[in-house]
């Protein structure tokens, strides 16, 4: 992704300057998600060694080759995508932290979405919704590369391209909370067991899980539906903020959960928390202009 | 602006069109190995009471109208009026299409009576009938309820090596042939590649078949829930809804053995987690204590399923003697496990998946190492359950065995 570099030597405006923060907490997301895929999957296999293996009938040793090379790919990624969230750009004057960056996050969507194509293909637990659950994670960083860009219109695009994948992720969510995820249940009773509570019964923990299900697609039908109405802004704002906050609860519910172990699975789920909290800062107001203007 | 979309349309095309391609490989139409109401895949399942109860099942291609179980304490080949009870389904119904190659699926009708009050210990004969459609005889013998010794089989992951499950299959025969001591089989799950694919289960259950050697003697199946099963009602449809659908019970083998089936596809915690704490509470009685589920807690080769955290403190508290896990495709024995640490009061974990599948390279973990065991080979598990020794061997496709290893009870 190229980017223009028009107006060299002038300061950056406030609003760049809320592009780039947001592109700062996006890019530590990713990262963070790089780093989670790394180390859960030198412990363990990963779907797409699985679809290789077991779909295609490929040789064990190809699969791991093949998966093995993704992961050093990851992260290398990774390490593109990390200064970017370290250091910030300048989206007038692109400089080679930008243009690595947005290479990483490329190969990162791609990553990301071969890894949603082969869980979709092997998970038999409702399999259809994987492709929404995952968005933040496979559209997340796709969206993100337009952000670098120095045209309003191509931030607008990613701007957009994001909030479609964070309600997906949202909406999706909500339907497997609805369903009665069984995967969920055990994190309900796993905080009851770390804080020392009476455990719920399965049935009081699915209920609750419904309650999460309806605040979920509330909070996606923010995104998708405020903008049609004078209060779109706050609406939508407030959105984010929840689900940035709920994000990072939910990614940290894995942790809760397992302790060490849980934390490649935490870090896999970053994206859940920063794209809206990124979200936000693109969406701030300056003096009158708005960083961003969506019309869904 | 649509210039700028043409790369995110072209990535979801490619994943739409990489999901449609994926779906029309797989829906390729399955012919049945029967026709019309000729009664198949006769099986017998057992889950709580096995000394007195059995869920006896069989398919048919057509619904037909009255479906019957004719059985006696001694044989009458076929002759349905000698057989001294006869009784019928009381449960039929049609497999369930759950899939999106519903088009390619088979119509199967499933048939199942439960069968109680039987004696402990004692042979039953039995036919099957779907309408005027008569099944040769078969017999099969309910669970011991005193200390004799007897013999189980156990195995997973027989789900895409349909070749190497038939050969594994046949072998069960020679066994089950050979020795009365063999009382059931237990499955720790993963059947076929796609649980919820009617043409698969259907192919597993005409597979089963052969293991019933030419005396017709049925070897019932305990089953357990695998990944490949997730929430498939086709697994309930085929094994008689298991624990009342939860796929989680206890079974009474009697006061050499109690054996717990778990379901890893279900929350760990909560209701499992109790019913775990409850039924191990009511077997410190017996000799030996075993449980059976899909997804492994001491990996040969995967991540530990995040059921360790819960089930392992409580397998250790109430005195476990030994786990059964599925999913790694490898064959393991770990050292006795107590606190993560090598105790000989631990619990011993043996698996893990190698009835019909490729099988994977092991990881070195601790609990691998010797006296431990772990290699890459096709295998069955046989277990030998006296009042005072629990032997458990690993045995491959030519029936040679490939590891031992043994348990002294640790009393009451």
Redesign the interface.
Known sequence: MSTQSTDVGRKPDPVDRDWVLGTRVAALGFALMALGGIRRWSNDESDIFGLLWQELDRSEATALTIESSLLVLVAIAGSFVTPLALLGCHLRRPALVSRLGVAGLWTLGIWASLWTISSTIRDPWHPEWIPAARAARWLGPLACVFWLSASPERRRLGQRLALLAIAATFIAHGVEAYLGRPSFVDLVHALHRRIGTKGWSDSDVESLLIAIAVIDWFAAATLLLGSVSRIAGPVRNYGLGWMAVWGFVTALSRIVQTGETGIPEALIRAPHATLPLALVFTFRKRNGTQAGTVRM | ?AA??R??IA?ATL?AT??FL?ACKRGEPTELRFSGLDPAHVRVIWTESPQSEALIAWSTAEVGSEHRVYFDREPHNGRLDEYAESRPTTRDGIFTRTTRTDAEQPTVHYHHLELEGLAPSTTYWLVVASDRHVSREFHFTTAPDDDRPFRLLSGSDSR?RPDRRRTMNRLIADQVEKSDAIVAFLHGGDYV????EIAEMAQWLSDWEMTIPQSGRLLPIVPTRG??????VVYDEAFGWPGDGQSYFATDLGPNLGLVTLNT?????????EFLRTTLGTMQTKAFRIAQYHQALYPA????H??R??WVPEFERQRLDLAMESDGHALKRTVPILEDKQDDKGVVYIGEGGYGV?Q??TRSHWYLEEPGFAASQIHLWQLTVTPERLTMEAFNEQGETLDRGERATRGS
């Open positions: 602006m700028q979309l790369i995110p990535l994943l990489g999901l994926f895409s590649y796609h649980g919820h990944n490949h099963e997730g929430s498939s596809e279900s929350a760990a915690e909560g209701d499992q987690l080769v995967k991540k530990p995040p059921a955290e819960v490729n994977r390279a």
